[in-house]
């Protein structure tokens, strides 16, 4: 057990990615493999104040908000703040034409104003235990146990699987409110044991309003030079003992661990930062076929969104009620569409793809050296490059669904109901409760829902799923697909409908369960999904090899680069990056300032761009430049800054900090010149987007009137 284990501790730590600053690193880790480069480049934290299992650490004021952003903790009454895109999808559910939080913003001026979010949670990272050593111990003793059976792996497998179960269970039971997973890393080479707890009772606390939380909207998006106030305030509160418990007005702001400090000091070019968050994916250890594969399948999504996007747009710029409606959907959908739009430009532009066969080439040549790499590693990236040939017609028409008619939202709407439907009879409802279960089920998602547009949407989505599908993935509704008429069909599904509207599902469900279960939507659906079974069916049968091989590519990579430090690709976990503020120069001749100020939201201001008007307190300010104790030492107002730290999405609304740990900012974008990031960083090009906390508490305090809020925090200065 010592020795492999061992052996993958060594792989795991000495392997490494030679460029400075690159990197999402394991927590864990820190001590062994960057605490020396931190300290040299100016961290005065041991890696014990980062993360600890015994004692409070940074890692305690570190959290998962919702299901894909970071947030941290800045107050010991459980303040929070992460981006205002990511408190987006919230602001936008409590908001109606009366009340347009995010439109006009809101501060509540006491806790009474706290708004409660249904749904929203908190999750804390509680520990993280490599359990790779064990569980490849228990594999290999199972094969030897087994080596007679013909389906010896099956059955090893199997017994991993229940001791991972196991472990789950055991870890749930000595951690009382807490959850644990097993995640893997190095495409399936370690695994990690982490324990969570998460709280549900999260409370909204304030933003600025769209026109500074999302200055700039979709044509500043994923670009510098950069004036986005992106941020957004909420509050974590817990039962009396400080444990998670469901919304209740008898709850209290829980009491952290421990919390962030905030730096008023600013930061200089060349000035140590570091970023702890929740990056989502990264592709780094993909090869030169699948990442052909990935950006084949960007041309599918974009013109669909492109598509969607448009619709959306006339209706929203049409009537302010409907942009609020669809606010979120859109910003969700328009953030994917130029990230790979960008992705694919700059794949062009840094020839992403023959720099991975380069590296595959000197990979394979150093596998061919010995007889021994040969065995293990010779025929991994042919046999990816197989699976990828395999899969790619399967997948490219599964994007196309996806990203066409599945975005029907009457489909979504009759699909979960149905779907709820099911489950409520499965759990031995009757009809009728049934029915009404899946009604409340769904109920809620009307309030943002409108027919029109939707309708709308749907022809032109059939439309372009017809253009596009291929003669297998022609939908069966009953007559000639090529050639149907796609708005008559979808002017009948519409008018007959009982999706349309939540009354006329109210009414169908109290006085004609038959219109129901009769549903024009529902036969659509039944057409989609046998297409969309199919398409599964054959992408997952290359699974396994795919993982399979990915895991001895990978494992071979480790080998190779042996005596170098390595992390893992992002998968939602917490990780650690570090690095410096630092300008760029984009293209000959240009360089960009690694920050921003005031004067470049007056320049940009345009009073007939929705995305770019300035609210006219903010001007006020500006001229009068009050700026209370935030602004920097030459009197001007900071926005944002740049830095080069190794992030990606999901670490939205992270901490940035300085060498004391303390909180100088928010990461909340990348930039345009390096958004091929996810599969290779870019140390000349990639930098990291942050929101200065300056601004942050300038914009709480002297915009907001919120003041009392800063009150709460620990300033430094
Ligand atoms: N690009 C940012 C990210 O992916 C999201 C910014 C949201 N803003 C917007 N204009 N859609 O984290």
């Known amino acids: 057990m010592k020795k492999i284990f061992c052996l993958f501790l060594s792989l795991a730590v000495l392997f490494t990615s030679a460029r400075a600053d690159e990197g999402m690193w394991l927590l864990p880790l820190i001590q062994k493999m960057n605490a020396k480069t931190m300290k040299d480049m100016g961290c005065k934290l041991t890696p014990e104040e980062i993360y600890s299992i015994n004692n409070s650490s940074l890692k305690d004021a570190v959290v998962q908000f919702g299901g894909g952003c970071t947030g941290e903790i800045i107050s010991a009454e459980g303040l929070l703040v992460t981006n205002h895109h990511c408190g987006y999808s919230s602001i936008q559910k409590l908001s109606s034409e009366d009340h347009n939080y995010l439109e006009d913003g809101y501060w509540a001026m006491e806790s009474s104003e706290e708004i409660p979010v249904p749904g929203l949670t908190v999750t804390f990272l509680q520990k993280m235990t490599d359990v790779t050593g064990m569980l490849s111990k228990l594999r290999k003793e199972s094969l030897k146990q087994y080596k007679d059976s013909t389906n010896k792996i099956e059955l090893a497998d199997s017994v991993v699987e229940a001791e991972r179960k196991n472990l789950v269970e055991q870890a749930e039971k000595d951690n009382e409110g807490c959850h644990a997973e097993i995640e893997q890393f190095y495409n399936g080479n370690v695994f990690y044991l982490i324990i969570y707890k998460k709280y549900k009772d999260v409370r909204f606390v304030g933003a600025p309003p769209a026109s500074i939380g999302k200055f700039g909207g979709e044509t500043d998006n994923w670009m510098w030079p950069r004036h986005t106030g992106d941020f957004s305030m909420f509050r974590v509160y817990a039962g009396k003992d400080n444990e998670p418990a469901e919304y209740s007005v008898d709850n209290v702001p829980y009491k952290p661990k421990d919390h962030l400090k905030i730096s008023l000091n600013g930061v200089n070019n060349g000035d140590f930062t570091m970023i702890m968050g929740y990056p989502g994916r990264t ?4 090869t030169a076929s699948q990442l052909e594969e990935m950006i ?4 599918i999504r974009i013109a669909a969104r492109d598509l969607r996007q448009g619709i959306m747009l006339k209706f929203m710029e049409a009537d302010p009620a409907i942009r609020l409606k669809y606010a979120n959907k859109y910003a969700g959908s328009a953030n994917g569409y130029k990230k790979w739009i960008g992705e694919k430009k700059a794949f062009g532009n840094l020839g992403i793809i023959d720099e991975e066969k380069g590296k595959e080439a000197a990979f394979t040549k150093w596998v061919n050296a010995r007889k021994s790499r040969k065995e293990k590693y010779g025929q991994a990236l042919q046999n990816i490059s197989e699976s ?15 990203e ?10 009759s699909s979960n109901f149905n779907g709820a439907f099911k489950k409520a009879v499965k759990n031995g409802q009757d009809t009728s409760a049934a029915l009404q279960t899946a009604y409340d089920a769904i109920k809620g998602y009307y309030k943002d829902y409108y027919e029109p547009l939707d309708r709308k949407e749907a022809s032109a989505l059939l439309s372009f799923y017809k253009d596009n599908a291929s003669p297998d993935c022609y939908l069966d509704l009953g007559g000639d697909f090529k050639n149907m008429d796609v708005d008559a069909y979808v002017k009948n ?24 279960f009769k549903d024009p939507a529902r036969d659509f659906i039944k057409a989609i999904i046998g297409i969309g079974m199919k398409l599964i069916m054959e992408e997952t049968a290359e699974d396994d ?6 895991r001895i590519y990978t494992a071979g990579l480790m080998e190779w680069n042996k005596g170098k430090k390595s992390y893992p690709d992002a998968n939602f976990t917490m990780r650690l990056t570090y690095g410096t503020v630092k300008p760029y120069s984009p293209k000959d001749a240009v360089t960009y300032r690694s920050y921003t100020t005031m004067k470049g939201i007056m320049e940009k201001e345009d009073s007939t761009n929705y995305e770019f008007k300035v609210p006219s307190k903010l001007k006020k300010l500006y001229e009068a430049k009050d700026f209370g104790q935030y602004a920097r030492k030459d009197g001007r107002m900071p926005i944002c800054f740049l830095t080069n730290n190794d992030i990606t999405g999901g670490n939205s609304g992270s901490p940035v900090m300085n060498g004391n740990g303390e909180l100088i900012g928010l990461a909340f ?8 990031s996810d599969v290779m960083f870019e140390p000349e090009l990639q930098r990291c987007i942050c929101v200065d906390i300056r601004y942050v508490l300038f914009l709480i305090d002297k915009y907001g009137g919120a003041g009392y809020l800063v009150k709460e925090m620990d300033l430094v200065q």
């Open 404 to 413: 066409s008619i599945a975005n029907i939202e009457l489909i979504g709407l």
């Open 493 to 516: 599904m519409f008018d007959n409908s009982v999706f349309t509207s939540g009354q006329k599902l109210k009414n169908a469900i109290s006085e004609d369960n038959e219109k129901v």
């Open 388 to 402: 990828v040939d395999n899969s790619i017609a399967a997948e490219k028409s599964l994007v196309l669904l996806d």
């Open 283 to 286: 592709q780094r250890f993909q």
């Open 669 to 676: 974008d990348g930039n345009w010149e390096s958004m091929s």
């Open 545 to 550: 090899t795919l993982q399979q091989n990915s």
């Open 296 to 299: 084949t399948v960007h041309d």
